[in-house]
């Protein structure tokens, strides 16, 4: 049975249902997904419509307008 302390701080400050936390198992994947997503937006894959996204970026990054000043 709980103790009248207990049951007023349930009260006050309310009662927690969390499951207590996992750990994380590290295998490296980031650094798999890091370089899958760089391919992808590249247009490394293979992927038409990722090459042709890839061009249209690489066009709107030469244009004069976007270019930095060296002045």
């Known amino acids: 049975m709980a103790t009248d302390n207990e049951i ?3 009260m006050m400050h309310g ?3 969390a499951g207590a ?3 994380k198992k590290d295998d490296g994947k980031k650094v798999k997904t890091k370089a899958r997503i760089k391919s992808y937006k590249t247009g490394a ?3 038409g419509a990722a090459k042709h996204k ?3 970026k690489q066009r709107v990054q030469n244009r004069p307008s976007q270019r930095r000043n060296k002045g």
Do not use: Q, T, V, W
């Open 45 to 47: 894959h293979s992927s």
């Open 15 to 17: 009662i927690s249902f």
């Open 21 to 23: 936390k996992k750990e």
């Open 8 to 10: 007023l701080y349930a």
């Open 54 to 56: 890839a061009e249209i």
